[in-house]
C-alpha cells in the first residue's frame, strides 16, 4: 500500500464561516439602527419650533381653530393650614384641593366654603413638630401663578383646609 499524506478534516470551517456572517449582520443592524436614530435626531424639531409652527398654523387656518394656548407658570406657594394633624397626613406629590371657610365676624363658626384651588401638586410638608402657635402647618404647593394669588387671598381672610384628591 502507498504512503498517503494524512487527511486533515476542517470541521469547524462551516462553523467559523457562519459566525463570521452572524457578525457581519450584527453590524450591519447596528449601523442600520445608528444612521435612523442620528436622521430622526437631524428630522426632529426643537420645542420652540414645534411651538412656532402650532402658532403660525393656528393663525393660517383662520378663525375656525383655536389657537394654542400657553402654559400656564407654575409657582411654589407657601400656604398656612388651619389644622397641623391634616397636615401630617400629607406627602410630597400628593394631589390636594384647598378650601376656605370664611370667618364670621361674630367669632362663631361659618357654614360657607369654597375651593380655591383643586388637584394642586404638594411639594413640601413640614417636618413633625413644625406647626405654629395657633395650630397650623405651613404647606409648599405648586400652582399657577393666578391659583397662587388666589390662595394668598384666601389665607388672608379665611381658614384654609385641604383634602386629598
Same mark, same amino acid.
Given at each position: 500500500?502507498?504512503?498517503? %499524506?494524512?487527511?486533515?478534516?476542517?470541521?469547524?470551517?462551516?462553523? $467559523?464561516?457562519?459566525?463570521?456572517?452572524?457578525?457581519?449582520?450584527? @453590524?450591519?443592524?447596528?449601523? /442600520?439602527?445608528?444612521?435612523?436614530?442620528?436622521?430622526?435626531?437631524?428630522?426632529?424639531?426643537?420645542?420652540?419650533?414645534?411651538? +412656532?409652527? $402650532?402658532?403660525?398654523?393656528?393663525?393660517?387656518? /383662520?378663525?375656525? $381653530? @383655536?389657537? %394654542?394656548?400657553?402654559?400656564? !407658570?407654575?409657582?411654589?406657594?407657601?400656604?398656612?393650614?388651619?389644622?397641623?394633624?391634616?397636615?401630617?397626613?400629607?406627602?410630597?406629590?400628593?394631589?390636594? +384641593?384647598?378650601?376656605?371657610?370664611?370667618?364670621?365676624?361674630? /367669632?362663631?363658626?361659618?357654614?360657607?366654603?369654597?375651593?380655591?384651588?383643586?388637584?394642586?401638586?404638594?411639594?413640601?410638608?413640614?417636618?413633625?413638630? !413644625?406647626?405654629?402657635?395657633?395650630?397650623?402647618?405651613?404647606?409648599?404647593?405648586?400652582?399657577?401663578?393666578?391659583?397662587?394669588?388666589?390662595?394668598?387671598?384666601?389665607?388672608?381672610?379665611?381658614?384654609?383646609?385641604?383634602?386629598?384628591?
Amino acid at each position: 500500500m502507498p504512503d498517503f %499524506a494524512p487527511l486533515r478534516v476542517r470541521g469547524g470551517g462551516c462553523r $467559523h464561516w457562519l459566525r463570521r456572517a452572524v457578525r457581519r449582520r450584527r @453590524r450591519a443592524v447596528v449601523v /442600520g439602527l445608528a444612521v435612523s436614530a442620528a436622521a430622526l435626531a437631524v428630522a426632529t424639531p426643537r420645542p420652540t419650533e414645534r411651538a +412656532d409652527a $402650532h402658532t403660525e398654523a393656528a393663525q393660517d387656518a /383662520g378663525p375656525k $381653530h @383655536r389657537r %394654542a394656548v400657553p402654559r400656564a !407658570e407654575m409657582v411654589s406657594a407657601p400656604v398656612r393650614i388651619a389644622d397641623a394633624e391634616t397636615v401630617r397626613l400629607l406627602r410630597r406629590g400628593d394631589r390636594v +384641593d384647598v378650601i376656605a371657610s370664611a370667618n364670621s365676624p361674630s /367669632g362663631g363658626r361659618s357654614s360657607r366654603a369654597e375651593v380655591v384651588a383643586a388637584g394642586v401638586r404638594v411639594t413640601d410638608v413640614p417636618k413633625s413638630g !413644625e406647626t405654629s402657635a395657633d395650630g397650623g402647618a405651613l404647606v409648599v404647593l405648586s400652582v399657577p401663578r393666578a391659583t397662587a394669588a388666589q390662595l394668598a387671598g384666601a389665607g388672608a381672610t379665611s381658614r384654609l383646609a385641604v383634602t386629598l384628591c
